[in-house]
C-alpha cells in the first residue's frame, strides 16, 4: 500500500501515530526509544512506503521537538557543572579529529579538496538530544559522563559553526578572518550573557510568578512561563548564529534549581511535551533518508564515513576524558556518546548542498553516516557500557 500525504493535517497525524507508536513498541522490547521512531521513520518515508517526505513543515515540527527536548535536558544540569576546562579540551578535540578524518577519507574516495572540508565539517558536531535522551532513559543525567557529554557538546557545536563558515569560505574561494571573529564572539556573548541573565534574574522572575495571585488562581502559569523562556532563549540563539537547541538547552540550564510552592511542576509538564514531540523529532530523521538513491560505491563511501565518524569521536573525546582521570568505562562512554551527529550534521550538510559545495549522493553519504551513528550509539551505551545500569527491571 503506498499513498503520500498532501495535507499538512494528514501528515502530522501520520508522524505522530507513528513516533508514539515507536516509543510504546521500543519501552515494551527494552530498547532505547530514538532507535524504534528512527526506523520506523525510514518505513513511512520515501525509502519504503513512502507516506509522508521530509517538507518544510515536517522540518519544522522536528525542530520544535529537538527544541523541547533540550530544553527538558537542561533541567536536569547545574550551569556551574558544565563550565569545566576539561569539557572544553574533550570539545575541541572532538572537533579537530573528526574534522580531520572526515577530510581525508573523503580525499580518499576522490572528492575535491574544497568538499571534501565540508563533508569533515559534518563530522564535527554532536547532536546532544540523541545521547541526552539514551542517558536520561538510563537515570544517568545527573552522573559525571553526562555532564562531560553536554559540556563538551555544547563547546563542540560552537566550534563546528566556525568550522562550517571556515569551510563555506573555502568552497566559495574566498576565506575572510572578520565575519569568522564576529561568530566566536557572537557565541561567547550569547553563552556568557544568557546564562547570567538566566541565573540571576529569570529564576527571580519565575519565583515572584509562583507567589502571585495568578498562579495560585491558575497554577499551570508557572508552566507556561518556562516555556515561553525556552523559545526566547532559542530565538536569541538563532539571532546570534548558533542552533536554537542551544538557546532552549541554556533556558533549561537557567532554570535547573527552581523549586515551586504554588504553581504546577514545569519540569513534568515540559517533559509530556518532550515524549510527543521529541519522538517527531527522532522519525523525521528517518523520514529525511532515500535509500533508492544508493548506489555501489556511496554504499562502501557511507561505511567508511560512519566508521570514521565513530572512531574519531572516541578517540578525539574519549582519550582526553581518560587523560583528565575518568575510568575507561566512562572515558568510552564519553567516545561513544558523542558520536551521534543526527540533525546538526544533517543541517551542515543541507547548507552545503543549497551552496552547491557539495552533490546529491554527497548529501546522502552524510544523511546516512548521521542516521547509522544515530542508531549505533544509543544501542551501544544501553547494550554494551551501561548494560547492567538499565532503567528497567
Known sequence: ME??????????????????????????????????????????????????????????????????????????????????????????????????????????????????VIIGVALTATSIAITADVLR?????????????????????VLALLALAVATQIGTGAVEVAPLLITLLKAILFLGVGAFVGARYVTKLVYRLDESTLTKRYPEVVFVFAMMMAFLYSIMAEYMGLSAVIGAFLAGVSL????????????????????????????????????????????????ALTVVAVATKLIGCGLPALLAGMTVRDSLAVGTGMAPRGEIAMVIAVIALEAGIIAQPSYVALVVMSLLTTIIVPLALRNWIFKDARRYP
Open 3 to 116: 499513498f503520500h500525504s498532501d495535507t499538512i493535517g494528514l501528515e502530522m497525524s501520520i508522524m505522530l501515530f507513528v513516533a508514539l507508536g515507536g516509543y510504546l513498541i521500543a519501552s515494551r522490547i527494552r530498547q532505547p526509544a530514538v532507535v524504534g521512531q528512527i526506523l520506523l521513520g525510514v518505513v513511512i518515508g520515501p525509502s519504503l512506503l513512502n507516506w509522508v517526505s521530509y517538507s518544510t513543515f515536517v522540518s519544522n515540527l522536528a525542530q520544535l521537538g529537538a527544541t523541547i527536548l533540550l530544553f527538558v535536558v537542561g533541567l536536569e544540569f547545574k550551569l556551574q557543572d558544565l563550565m569545566k576546562i576539561r569539557y572544553a579540551i574533550i570539545g575541541l578535540f572532538g572537533v579537530i579529529f573528526p574534522w580531520l578524518g572526515g577530510y581525508f577519507v573523503a580525499v580518499a574516495f576522490d572528492f575535491e579538496p574544497s568538499r571534501a
Open 137 to 157: 532513559e538510563l537515570g544517568r543525567l545527573e552522573s559525571a559522563v553526562a555532564q562531560a557529554i553536554i559540556g563538551a557538546a555544547v563547546i563542540d557545536d
Open 256 to 303: 535547573e534549581g527552581v523549586h515551586l510552592k504554588h504553581g504546577r511542576n514545569f519540569h513534568e509538564g515540559s517533559d509530556f511535551l518532550r515524549i510527543v514531540f521529541g519522538a517527531v523529532f527522532f522519525v523525521s530523521l528517518g523520514i529525511l533518508v532515500d535509500l533508492t538513491t544508493f548506489t555501489t560505491a556511496l554504499v562502501w563511501f557511507c561505511i
